[in-house]
């Protein structure tokens, strides 16, 4: 008998896989507060689906879905970072600034689970999001949490990580992956 594969055991707790349109299309801004119930079931959809994710996938370095990768083509996405930190909802992001500086670290991704890429990311960005009451919020990222939220947003752009990969850097098979449940390590400044 076959092992399932991980992008396998994704799909069926409804993730939508890389291939599909959906994945490739910018998501629809809400426009809030009009669109607030729309915009509070989407959240709700998404938080069903990190339980139901969570519940048979530990994630050391926090995790993150967006609207489209569970088959919703609207603007928003939650990143669970690790341990206690409570999640972050992020409806319409849009960065405005990043740092210069960059660093690469291995990412993966639960519409292609089999691979996981070292992709460069800025070490800081600021997120323009909306409230559900329509008020514009500006908050820092930096690091772990910048590379989780940067990540999600790109899907919400309709990119996936590879896009963000250096030519000639292939994703790897998620066996030759070495440092499955390890914390990115970042340089202390």
């Given at each position: 008998?076959?092992?399932?594969?991980p992008?396998?055991?994704?799909?069926?707790?409804?993730?939508?896989?890389?291939?599909?349109?959906?994945?490739a299309?910018?998501a629809?801004?809400?426009?809030?507060?009009a669109?607030?119930?729309?915009?509070?079931?989407v959240?709700?959809?998404?938080?069903?689906?990190?339980d139901?994710?969570?519940?048979?996938?530990?994630?050391?370095k926090g995790?993150?879905?967006?609207?489209?990768?569970?088959?919703?083509?609207?603007?928003?996405?939650?990143?669970?970072?690790t341990?206690?930190?409570?999640?972050?909802?992020l409806?319409n992001?849009?960065?405005t600034?990043?740092?210069?500086?960059?660093?690469?670290?291995?990412e993966?991704?639960?519409s292609?689970f089999?691979?996981?890429?070292?992709?460069?990311?800025?070490?800081?960005?600021?997120?323009?999001?909306?409230?559900?009451t329509?008020?514009?919020?500006?908050?820092?990222y930096?690091?772990?949490?910048?590379?989780?939220?940067?990540?999600?947003?790109?899907?919400?752009?309709?990119?996936?990580?590879?896009?963000?990969?250096?030519?000639?850097?292939?994703?790897?098979p998620?066996e030759e992956?070495?440092?499955?449940?390890?914390?990115?390590?970042?340089?202390?400044?």
């Amino acid at each position: 008998m076959t092992q399932e594969r991980p992008s396998q055991r994704m799909r069926d707790l409804g993730v939508v896989q890389s291939g599909a349109g959906i994945l490739a299309t910018p998501a629809r801004p809400f426009t809030l507060p009009a669109e607030r119930e729309e915009a509070e079931r989407v959240v709700d959809d998404l938080f069903a689906a990190i339980d139901r994710i969570s519940q048979v996938h530990p994630f050391a370095k926090g995790m993150g879905i967006a609207a489209p990768q569970i088959g919703i083509g609207r603007a928003v996405a939650i990143v669970q970072p690790t341990g206690d930190a409570p999640a972050i909802t992020l409806i319409n992001p849009r960065i405005t600034d990043r740092s210069g500086g960059t660093d690469e670290q291995y990412e993966g991704c639960l519409s292609f689970f089999d691979v996981r890429g070292l992709v460069p990311r800025p070490l800081t960005i600021t997120v323009e999001t909306t409230a559900l009451t329509g008020e514009t919020v500006t908050t820092l990222y930096e690091r772990g949490l910048a590379r989780l939220v940067h990540h999600e947003i790109d899907h919400l752009d309709g990119l996936l990580y590879t896009a963000r990969m250096r030519n000639g850097v292939n994703p790897i098979p998620v066996e030759e992956y070495r440092q499955t449940g390890q914390s990115w390590s970042y340089e202390t400044t």
